[in-house]
Every structure is written in structure tokens, then in C-alpha cells.
């Protein structure tokens, strides 16, 4: 199988390099950085480590740059997918935990949580907010997407090729809310989600979305959920979940 890492990538110069260094050998076949324009000097950076890069002329935010980065690992003949964030917040040596059910054909996306193992999350110094924002949201989705994940909300994600080319990620919203459209959509697809466990780390250099930015996410994953009731009660039949 061909794997290939996507890195969706933002003002990530100071980071890219660590993230990269720390990737197994011998375990990925591409990395594919799409740089949303950033207003640092991420492409370049990106080019001096070998890597395939993509530019935006323009930002079209976190969930139209997973479009990118998917897209051209599909053309790039990808069997397996993952998306690692380039800010160093999650370990990239556990990419072979996170790809074996995928290549085992036991799964067609698997979830890396900081919630799986107990304490995890605070352990890598998870702000309590947005632990408490986690735990709601991820209760509420378990019981709508008939599920039992410990958590929806992670960034560090392995898809197949299969998955990738049924469900309509194209349709997905460009902003955040796409990474709840998607897993709502392996739920409306029948797609079993596998997770492991990973370790986080916040420090200054990695991304973090703000309180306001973190309330527009949760309500919009309220709304995916709003819409995924109404079509598995065929009231409405939303794009997003239609193939």
C-alpha cells in the first residue's frame, strides 16, 4: 500500500522541520505539505526538506485545505492517508499503530485520541476548557452517530483510499466543522472508526483555536448533528450525506 502523510499546513515554518524529523523511516511513501497562504516563510521551508508542496493563492481555512491535501493524495495514487498537523502537536511515531488497521483491511479511518488512555489529554497539558468542550460534544455524537469513540475532535487521522472515494468530503464546509461533517459521514456510510491512543502536546509554537472560534466549532458540530438526525429520520435529506 502507498502511504501518504498530508500536512494542511499554516504559519508553520518554526515547526514543519521537528514534525518531519520525527516521522519513522521506511513507513511513509510521500508527504504532501498545502500551505493555506501563510504569512511566514512555511513553503519554503516545506521545499527545503524535499517535501511536494501546494500553495493557495489565497486562505480558504482548515477544512479547504484537507480538501486540497486529499485530493492530491488521491491523484497521487494514496491507498492510505494521514493527516498529521506540521505544529508538532501530535507524536508522529505512532504512525505505524495508526495506519496497521488500515493496512490489515480491519478498518477505512482510524482516529489517533488523547482520550483513550485516562489522563492523556491533561498529561500533555490540554487547556481544561477545551477538555470540558471535548467531553460534551463527543457525549452528544456518541449518542447520535450511535457510536462509543472517546473522542471526535482529534486532528491526527488515517483514511483509505476506499473511504476517501465514497464518502462526498467535497461538500464539506471549509472551516473546521469539516472534521465533524467527516466522521459524521463515515457513520452515515457505515464505515466502522477505529481509534488508538496518542499522546498531545500544547506548547506556544503549536496552533490552538480560540474560545470564540472554539464555540462557532461546537456549535456547528451541534448542527451536523441536528442535520444527521433528520436524515437517518428521512425528514431531510442534506448533500453531505448523500453519495
Avoid at 22 to 51: H, K
Avoid at 128 to 150: C, D, P
Amino acid at each position: 500500500m502507498k502511504v501518504v502523510i498530508v500536512m494542511p499546513a499554516y504559519n508553520a515554518a518554526t515547526t514543519l522541520p521537528g514534525t518531519v524529523a520525527e516521522i519513522p523511516e521506511n513507513v511513509v511513501d510521500e508527504i504532501i505539505v498545502v500551505d493555506d497562504y501563510s504569512r511566514d516563510s512555511t513553503i519554503e521551508v516545506a521545499e527545503q526538506l524535499g517535501l511536494k508542496t501546494i500553495r493557495h493563492p489565497h486562505n480558504v481555512g482548515y477544512g479547504g485545505n484537507q480538501k486540497t491535501c486529499y485530493m492530491e493524495a488521491l491523484r497521487d495514487g494514496a491507498d492510505v492517508v494521514i493527516m498529521l498537523h506540521p505544529d508538532g502537536q501530535y507524536d508522529p511515531q505512532i504512525i505505524p499503530r495508526l495506519i496497521a488497521p488500515i493496512q490489515a483491511g480491519q478498518a477505512d479511518i482510524v482516529l489517533g485520541s488523547r482520550f483513550l488512555r485516562p489522563g492523556g489529554a491533561r498529561a500533555g497539558n490540554m487547556p481544561v476548557w477545551k477538555m470540558i468542550g471535548n467531553r460534551f460534544l463527543t457525549t452528544i455524537e456518541n449518542m447520535v452517530f450511535k457510536q462509543s469513540l472517546s473522542e471526535y475532535h482529534t486532528g491526527y487521522r488515517a483514511y483509505s483510499r476506499h473511504f476517501l472515494e465514497t464518502v462526498p468530503f467535497l461538500r464539506n464546509a471549509n472551516g473546521f466543522v469539516f472534521d465533524t461533517q467527516i466522521l459524521a459521514q463515515a457513520s452515515a456510510f457505515g464505515f466502522d472508526i477505529h481509534e488508538v491512543p496518542v499522546e498531545t502536546r500544547y506548547f506556544s509554537d503549536a496552533s490552538s483555536v480560540g474560545l470564540l472560534t472554539s464555540i462557532t466549532y461546537g456549535l456547528g458540530t451541534l448542527g451536523v448533528c441536528g442535520l444527521y438526525l433528520l436524515h437517518k429520520a428521512r425528514i431531510h435529506r442534506p448533500s453531505l450525506f448523500m453519495p
